[in-house]
T-cell receptor, first 113, second 113 residues
Framework: AQSVSQHNHHVILSEAASLELGCNYSYGGTVNLFWYVQYPGQHLQLLLK??????LVKGIKGFEAEFIKSKFSFNLRKPSVQWSDTAEYFCAVRDTGGFKTIFGAGTRLFVKA | NAGVMQNPRHLVRRRGQEARLRCSPM?????VYWYRQLPEEGLKFMVY????????ESGMPKERFSAEFPKEGPSILRIQQVVRGDSAAYFCASSPPDSDEQFFGPGTRLTVL
């Protein structure tokens, strides 16, 4: 069965620190990968997605993620975080051509001003 | 173009009552997905519907839960005889027929007393 594992449940950083959130998935086939963000009091928004092609994906707000197929990983990165990046981040995977999206448990990021 | 709408945003029910959660997809979107998020967990897929059809309900509990997406009007997730364990945030997402990108609503937070 598909599953998604996010390594850290809570991360605390100071502004300007670099961010890397880990995400590993378990699935034998071809997948589409996503990172969603949920700001306090708001709904889930898509940060970035990988379907095919360049494994380094650029998203909104300076975020990027790298798909490493051999490691079944899709880690999210940002070189310099801001206080406004405080939110919960969800990694998700979906079977190519499918519709059922499997989410990780989420990582709560708190950025200190 | 308004986003995915869900109402109510907060719903309080006593054990044994019924809960009805509504989701209006984005204009032009004919696919609706329901997810449930329990505290400290990621979103769990419940059901996928197209207009007047349930495509996949493999994530729905066998009893008390039902979903519909009529030809006219919003999609409804119905929970009969609620129990405390049903307390969660319920998210709806929609997508257009020619794309698998899902757009999420703000969620309905159900509290069962």
């Amino acid at each position: 069965a598909q599953s998604v594992s996010q390594h850290n449940h809570h991360v605390i950083l100071s502004e300007a620190a670099s961010l890397e959130l880990g995400c590993n998935y378990s699935y034998g086939g071809t997948v589409n990968l996503f990172w969603y963000v949920q700001y306090p009091g708001q709904h889930l928004q898509l940060l970035l997605k990988y379907f095919s092609g360049d494994p380094l994906v650029k998203g909104i707000k300076g975020f990027e993620a790298e798909f490493i197929k051999s490691k079944f990983s899709f880690n999210l990165r940002k070189p310099s975080v801001q206080w406004s990046d405080t939110a919960e981040y969800f990694c998700a995977v979906r079977d190519t051509g499918g519709f059922k999206t499997i989410f990780g448990a989420g990582t709560r990021l708190f950025v200190k001003a | 173009n308004a986003g995915v709408m869900q109402n109510p945003r907060h719903l309080v029910r006593r054990r044994g009552q019924e809960a009805r959660l509504r989701c209006s997809p984005m204009k032009g979107h004919s696919h609706v997905y329901w997810y449930r998020q329990l505290p400290e967990e990621g979103l769990k897929f419940m059901v996928y519907l197209q207009k007047e059809n349930i495509i996949d309900e493999s994530g729905m509990p066998k009893e008390r839960f039902s979903a519909e997406f009529p030809k006219e009007g919003p999609s409804i997730l119905r929970i009969q005889q609620v129990v405390r364990g049903d307390s969660a945030a319920y998210f709806c997402a929609s997508s257009p027929p020619d794309s698998d990108e899902q757009f999420f609503g703000p969620g309905t937070r159900l509290t069962v007393l």
